[in-house]
């Protein structure tokens, strides 16, 4: 892990890496509708860790991702 994202504020890092991922997806013609920070996992004060929700899609997304995540084509 790069010491930007170690010193970065947690909402700032965790709205980057959503803004990467949905960047990297759209690059494939893949939308995911609910992507997004998790703001319920970033109220922690003692040390937040929030996390990226990637909420729900329907069976072709699925398929279009899983597609792009071995690597192949999409259809």
Request: proline share 5%; hydrophobic share 40%; with cysteine.
């Amino acid at each position: 892990m790069n010491d930007d994202i170690r010193n970065a504020d947690p909402l700032d890092a965790a709205d980057d890496a959503v803004r990467q991922l949905r960047e990297a997806l759209a690059a494939r013609g893949i939308t995911l509708p609910s992507l997004g920070t998790d703001l319920a996992s970033c109220t922690s004060t003692l040390t937040p860790r929030p996390l990226v929700e990637l909420g729900r899609c329907n069976l072709d997304t699925a398929r279009r991702l899983a597609a792009a995540l071995k690597g192949e084509a999409a259809q």
